[in-house]
């Protein structure tokens, strides 16, 4: 027996030896955001920027120029903790929701926990999903580091969020005095859609210090690693979570709100992992839920099947995307359809509701003083052609080469000289939209929402439906048969997108007036919202109050009443005779979950629309437009 388990014993002992070693050499992996904020960096040729930090991780590392975030902080955040695309699993999409997620969908954290690695997060956790936050960190909260972890030998995956960035301090309320000079508001380059106002000037130039702190505190994070002796055994991320914070940026799906900084610094150990030379400036785009994939390769621990995202490093990486795709749905309390599709060199958007304004009176976003200005403008009338392009309705597709147009001002998406383009851009939208079972193309409230329940075919033909809602939004009166055909369709997101096209047309739709009095009592209240909108914009108010009143005042319906109180909205003064029970509504919502609940959302914009009838606020005021059909 004894000469039997002395063989065991060395056995099992080399096998422990062999694990713990395997484990102890796998890098750490540091994650290093910033909260709202584009590319204002000198390493990608912001000549104001003071970054001396971030400028040589760049010089050392590998800088993407092509990394596009969701637009807001949520949905943006369910990318990276889960590796998929939020709108995969609606309601996640729209700003603060609660997806449905499948069950196999955790925080890939928990699988490098399963590898062995200690991992911590400092400190945001709004992923809008019922992601295990026990089962995917640690530790999370202000106080989480990786140097709490047990044994130094340890492999660590940690992140640290810097807010100092973070929209809210460009808030009246909300000034810091930072330590250093500010910056010299002369100085800054004002973009051609915004209009040169002493507000947005000084906003720029605050922005810009908020950077240069950033950048102080990423410093200090690089420096701890160093004192410690992990440098070399460190890969270091630093990345931003979504675009900036000054109007045409946070929200919206230009280059100024998705396109947002990432650059990946690998210490000689771990560079056989990196996919390119230090240095180095990579086109090849690439998205927030490859970001998962990515450090589980780095890792050498397998993703799970729901992952949508693909390795753009290490041990497993994957062919390099040839398109990204960004999404915006309900930001708040307001809503609004929009998707865009990116490469190397090209931005395409596409408008599933055109006739709505960019800019709606977003309660949270109007805090800022350069929306405020850009608005006084508007009422004075003394926009530019060049400053309204971003103020008001907008046309149903936009195309911009990133690279001769970094501002994206000059819409080549009517050029015929572009039509291959644009047909390659809508082929990659659709696919990809489809691949994903994206939840966007549905109300929000559906029973339909939600990983599972959206893949059951019947219940949401994404094909049919997408079609539908590629002609709603282009504003083509030719397509009114296919929309009068439509709105009889057995699916609620067909009928849904074919009422909304009735009200993208407005007058042109008069011809819907029949079957769209027929949907005030279908079995959908989003499609009856819809359609009384419709019915509003091709002059049947009579018809529309009635159903927007009962609607609203529905205490079991929540996101749909929210619909009902955007139409209020947006029809202004011929809301009016609904005033007083929209005043009642106000002092009988039901109370919400906190300041991100439907309550307080329907409260917002019921507060707003009141006041602007009472003549105690004004309501904004938008140019005059035409856009063609699409091409």
């Known amino acids: 027996m004894k000469k039997l388990w002395i063989p065991v014993v060395v056995f099992l002992a080399g096998l422990t030896s062999f694990l713990f070693g395997a484990q102890a050499d796998r890098p750490n992996i540091l994650w ?173 130039g605050r922005y810009h210090d908020h950077i240069h702190a950033m950048d102080g505190m990423i410093a200090e994070k690089i420096d701890e690693l160093e004192k410690a002796g992990l440098a070399e055994d460190t890969i270091v991320f630093y990345f931003a979570d979504n675009g900036g914070v000054l109007p045409r940026s946070k929200r919206f799906l230009q280059q100024s ?7 990946v610094y690998f210490p000689p150990k771990w560079r056989h992992l990196a996919p390119a030379a230090p240095g180095t400036r990579i086109k090849d785009p690439v998205c927030f839920p490859d970001f998962g994939p990515t450090v589980l390769s780095l890792a050498g621990v397998k993703p799970t099947t729901v992952m949508q995202g693909k390795a753009f490093a290490g041990q497993s990486r994957e062919k390099p995307n040839e398109f990204v795709f960004c999404t915006r749905d309900r930001m708040d309390e307001r809503y609004d359809t929009m998707r865009s599709v990116a490469d190397r060199r090209w931005l395409y958007i596409r408008n599933f509701r055109p006739d709505l304004p960019y800019v709606q009176p977003l309660h949270y976003m109007f805090q800022a003083r350069g929306y405020q200005s850009w608005a006084k403008l508007a009422e004075q009338g003394k926009l530019t052609d ?93 397509k009114l048969p296919a929309i009068l055909k439509a709105l009889d369709d057995e699916n609620e997101a067909v009928r849904w997108w074919a009422a909304q096209g009735c009200t993208v047309l407005g007058p042109k739709a008069a011809g819907a007036e029949t079957i769209l009095r027929a949907r005030l009592s279908d079995e959908s209240l989003a499609v009856q919202v819809a359609a009384a909108e419709a019915l509003a914009k091709i002059g049947h108010v009579d018809a529309t109050l009635p159903v927007l009143e009962r609607i609203l005042l529905q205490d079991g319906a929540p996101f749909a009443a929210l619909q009902a109180a955007n139409v209020f909205d947006r029809m202004g003064e011929q809301a009016r005779p609904l005033l007083p029970v929209m005043e009642k509504r106000l002092k009988n919502l039901p109370s919400g979950k906190g300041a991100n609940s439907a309550s307080a959302y329907q409260q917002r914009i019921l507060e707003r629309i009141t006041a602007v009838l009472e003549n105690r606020e004004k309501p904004l005021m938008y140019p005059a437009k035409e856009f063609p059909p699409s091409l």
């Open 257 to 263: 709100g998705t396109n947002v900084p990432l650059i």
């Open 386 to 478: 060049a400053t309204s392009m971003f103020w008001g309705s907008k046309p149903s597709e936009e195309l911009y080469d990133m690279e001769s147009d970094p501002d994206n001002v000059k819409n080549l998406a009517y050029d015929p000289a572009h039509r291959a383009t644009i047909e390659r851009m809508r082929t990659a939208l659709k696919r990809h939209s489809l691949e994903i079972v994206d939840n966007g193309f549905m109300p929000e409230g559906s029973v339909h929402e939600g990983y599972d329940a959206s893949r059951r075919a019947a219940a949401f033909p994404l094909d049919r439906v997408f079609d539908m809602a590629m002609i709603a939004s282009s504003r083509d009166a030719e």
């Open 32 to 204: 290093l955001t910033s909260e709202d904020n584009h590319t204002f960096l000198g390493c990608y040729g912001d000549k104001l920027a003071r970054t001396p930090t971030l400028d040589k991780l760049a010089k050392e590392g590998i800088l993407y120029e092509r990394c596009f975030a969701q637009p807001v902080c949520a949905p943006s955040r369910f990318a990276l903790i889960t590796g998929s695309f939020a709108v995969s699993s609606g309601p996640a999409g729209h700003m603060r929701a609660h997806g449905n997620i499948p069950q196999l969908m955790r925080g890939f954290p928990a699988l490098l926990r399963e590898a062995g690695y200690y991992t911590t997060n400092n400190a945001k956790t709004d992923y809008n999903a019922s992601v295990s936050i026990k089962d995917t960190w640690d530790a999370s909260g202000n106080q989480a580091h990786w140097r709490k972890r047990g044994k130094r030998e340890q492999p660590f995956f940690s992140v640290f969020n810097h807010e100092v960035t973070h929209e809210s301090c460009l808030f009246p309320l909300q000034d810091r005095n930072l330590s250093d000079p500010p910056m010299d508001r002369a100085l800054v380059r004002i973009p051609p859609y915004q209009p040169d106002t002493p507000e947005l000037r000084d906003d720029w």
